[in-house]
């Protein structure tokens, strides 16, 4: 497979999402234009900016580099100042033991059930 920007990837996870390029563009914070020419693939993104078009339209980074055909995130950001409530816990999850780490993974799942 492929390890190199594939543009036609892109394509496929705005129109899964079902915005336009202006929304995909807006969301990413870049011009219209700018963001055509990474879907025509006239321009090829830095890895950051693919970094960056990952987190915002919910893929991977190895998704859109060809490195897998799976489609899901593989990462989730989470900033203090539009989450203050996860990040918090996160802060507090990773501060915990292995052990102490597992309770609240258990504890978590029995809320989804």
Known sequence: MSESF???RLIEVREKLKISKADAARMLDMSKMGYGRY????????VQV??????????SVDYLMGRTDDSSPDQIVIRKTTDPDMFEFISYYKKNNEEDRKRIIYYIKGLNK
Do not use: D, Y
């Open 6 to 8: 594939r543009p036609e």
């Open 39 to 46: 879907e025509s693939g006239e321009r090829v993104p830095s």
């Open 50 to 59: 693919i970094e960056i078009i990952a987190q915002k339209l919910g893929t």
